[in-house]
């Protein structure tokens, strides 16, 4: 099994699951005829498809055989759920009935529940035949838990129940609901203690159930009312005084999943299947596409890890808030971008997209309430950074980390515009063998991953991508000698030969002084290469101050090496790669920055890492930072398995050159506006993070042109959904 493979959830055992839920979906649809709708696990309760599915065994892949789930034998199936559930809503399917049980409830009984409600419930779940709720929010206690005041009071034998419940969706249908209640007094010093679980079903004696209508009439939601409702100790899930550690265990399930990041996809995917019959389309349309499917990519990869993790037993908490926060204002903001592409389709299927539109309109301000609202979970996401920040764990990153570390401040308070080469790092990353990993020691991709990202954090001045991964590595295509020490640097440029003779210029050549420079100029079906001497050079430098230059060349295709196109286009995807490895190195010092700033900066009488707003604005940075390594590691996973030359990764450096690059902005904006002014001047050393972040995102091909060739990737492939999930 591949790397990538696995990281998109498409090894061989899920991608035979994969191709039979959709088999099972496309015959399902033609003979019953329910209709895609976006938002379809809210808003498509449909218990006869319920029923279908399970029977067809795509229902209780998280519960063992001996409950009548179909888990795996060697795990607890939750990558097997992932699946079928991305699957599901991928095609907008009926899934409201069974979701909530399938989802949350199956996992917390298999966890907490007595071994008399597993074989009671469990079967009925895998079945697809019982439908649940949960009880949680209140009129007073919406994501703040913590607030609730439904209360059970102990009696001979059992509990009363009293209190209400709001916005608990599908009530009125469901068999039952998992109620988190009081069940003793409040300790202001311990707000979290005292709650509990209960099983309440739906027809008991003392509930009550009214309608909370939606502002298009739709009836989801509800508000429950418990007056004296008599539970037995049988009622009980878990433990008494332990809901609230369940409940937060549950919602890892509830935040993660795709759902939140899927319930519009029906509706962009059949935008893009309805532009791409049209043919024609613009770049200005191809580019929007592009950018909808980077992100979805990168969120989509981060979900997958959070299902990886919960299936190992990890703690997940802070990932799956990451993921429920990005994830549910991708959803939000991907309504209005499809509304704008749907204004290009033409009849009849405008008129089906504009339907499913309204619906999207009405539903998503609900995509960042439900489950936690979106400012709580970025308060989650702040403090665990508090806790996480430590050193490299592996001893080539410790070594790294230590080399740049060092070379870092001893220029600390020299840097400035333009930089310069740090010959005294080169000479000791020379001298530990750290220059030319993959070209001369056949050293792993992630290893060199781990270097580059490394020395970047350190903001280290040295041309290391570009001596190994792309000047060395063209050397040896091209069979041409080069110096086997020191640095080297490539120039590419795009040119016709005219004549025996190709002349022009290569902008923005990286470190063009600092040694040999191999020119590589692609023509329309061959790459010319040769060792540049002589040539004229025009200095600049990057908003971080690395050197760069614009090289004007002349020279005789006799004088070069002619190899395939193909060969160009790798290594401006090498360099694409290397680029996005390097930002996120970027990213993590300016993560280190900002955290280590505002736990010291006080103001107002406390430190900044105190307000509200400036959790919320560090949590959006981390967010985005981890959606950037997510789709990273899959460019990195597809390269190595594969080879820089494959389909898959042009598509998933394409699509991490998108995600990352779409990172920059608001992750060095943050930076800056959560160090104010400090944080804009050269004695700070910030700006040599986020300068460097934003120079190199348009080094290799700018987001704007990747994001146009990832929409064209959408736009010509046999369906946009097999993009995402990297078959």
């Not at 299936?311 to 990451?322: F, H, K, L, S």
């Not at 050293?443 to 000047?471: C, I, M, N």
């Not at 996005?580 to 430190?607: M, N, W, Y």
Request: glycine share 10%; with cysteine.
């Amino acid at each position: 099994m591949s790397e990538f493979d696995a990281l998109c959830a498409n090894d061989a055992e899920l991608a035979e699951l994969r191709s039979a839920i959709r088999d099972f979906l496309a015959a399902d649809r033609e003979r019953f005829g329910w209709q895609p709708a976006v938002d379809c696990w809210l808003s498509r309760w449909d218990t006869d498809f319920s029923a279908r599915l399970a029977d067809a065994g795509f229902i209780g892949l998280t519960i063992p055989a001996e409950y009548g789930g179909r888990a795996p034998a060697d795990g607890a199936g939750y990558l097997h759920r992932y699946v079928v559930t991305e699957e599901l809503l991928a095609q907008g399917a009926p899934v409201g009935a069974h979701w909530i049980a399938d989802r949350q409830v199956a996992p917390a009984l298999l966890t907490y529940g007595t071994e008399e409600q597993r074989r009671r419930l469990l079967p009925k779940i895998a079945a697809g035949r019982l439908y649940s709720a949960i009880g949680m929010s209140e009129h007073g206690a919406g994501s703040d838990l913590a607030a609730v005041q439904t209360k059970a009071t102990p009696t001979d034998g059992g509990w009363v129940l009293n209190g209400t419940k709001v916005w608990t969706s599908g009530a009125h249908l469901a068999h039952q609901m998992v109620v988190l209640a009081r069940t003793s007094p409040r300790d202001p010093e311990h707000r979290h203690a005292g709650f509990s679980q209960f099983i309440v079903p739906t027809d008991a004696a003392g509930v009550t159930i009214d309608p909370i209508i939606l502002m298009d009439g739709e009836h989801h939601f509800n508000e429950v009312q418990f007056d004296d409702v008599a539970l037995s100790d049988a009622d009980v899930l878990g433990d008494i005084g332990d809901g609230w550690h369940q409940v937060t265990a549950e919602l890892g399930f509830e935040r993660s999943g795709p759902e939140r990041i899927l319930s519009t996809a029906t509706m962009l995917f059949d935008v893009a299947r309805s532009l791409a019959r049209q043919g024609d389309t613009d770049d200005r349309t191809a580019a929007e596409i592009g950018d909808l499917m980077g992100r979805m990519i990168s969120l989509r990869q981060m979900s997958v890890s959070v299902a990886r993790a919960l299936t190992d037993g990890q703690d997940a908490a802070a990932r799956a808030a990451m993921v429920k926060d990005l994830g549910t204002r991708f959803e939000q903001e991907s309504v209005d971008v499809a509304a704008d592409l749907i204004d290009g389709v033409e009849a009849p299927d405008a008129t089906r997209l504009r339907a499913m539109l309204a619906t999207a309109r009405v539903h998503s301000p609900l995509f960042t309430l439900r489950g936690g609202t979106n400012e709580v979970l970025r308060g989650v996401v702040a403090k665990s950074r508090e806790v996480q920040q430590g050193a490299p764990g592996d001893e080539l990153s410790q070594l790294v980390d230590d080399v740049g570390r060092r070379a870092f401040d001893a220029k600390l308070g020299q840097r400035g515009l333009p930089d310069e080469l740090d010959v005294d790092l080169w000479r000791t990353l020379e001298e530990t063998g750290l220059t030319r990993l993959t070209s001369a020691q056949d050293a792993s991709l992630q290893e060199s991953a781990v270097v580059l990202e490394g020395l970047a954090r350190w903001a280290a001045a040295v041309p290391v991508a570009e001596t190994d991964l792309l000047a060395a590595w063209l050397a040896g295509q091209a069979d041409l000698e080069v110096p086997e020490a020191g640095p080297l640097s490539v120039a590419i440029a795009d040119a016709r030969a005219v004549d025996g003779t190709i002349a022009g210029t290569a902008a923005g050549v990286p470190w063009p002084r600092s040694g040999p420079v191999l020119l590589a100029v692609r023509g329309d079906d061959a790459t010319f290469v040769t060792v540049l001497d002589g040539a004229e050079i025009v200095d600049s430098y990057t908003l971080a101050g690395e050197p760069r230059g614009a090289i004007t060349f002349d020279v005789s295709v006799a004088d070069t090496v002619r190899l395939s196109r193909a060969v160009g286009d790798e290594l401006v995807r090498r360099g694409a790669w290397a680029r996005c490895v390097q930002i996120l190195g970027a990213f993590s010092a300016a993560a280190d920055l900002t955290t280590k700033h505002i736990g010291e900066r006080q103001q107002f009488g406390r430190p900044l890492s105190r307000f509200q707003a400036v959790q919320h604005a560090l949590a959006g940075m981390l967010g985005e930072i981890e959606r950037s390594r997510a789709a990273t590691a899959l460019a990195t996973a597809a390269a190595s398995d594969f080879g820089f030359d494959s389909r898959r990764a042009d598509y998933a450096v394409t699509a991490a050159k998108v995600a990352v690059g779409r990172a920059v902005g608001p992750v060095t904006t943050i930076a800056h506006q959560l160090h104010g002014a400090i944080g804009t001047t050269m004695e700070h050393p910030l700006w040599l993070a986020t300068m460097r972040a934003r120079s190199w995102a348009d080094e290799y091909g700018t987001t704007g042109y990747h994001a146009k060739r990832l929409g064209r990737m959408a736009l010509s492939g046999d369906d946009p959904w097999d993009l995402v999930v990297g078959r």
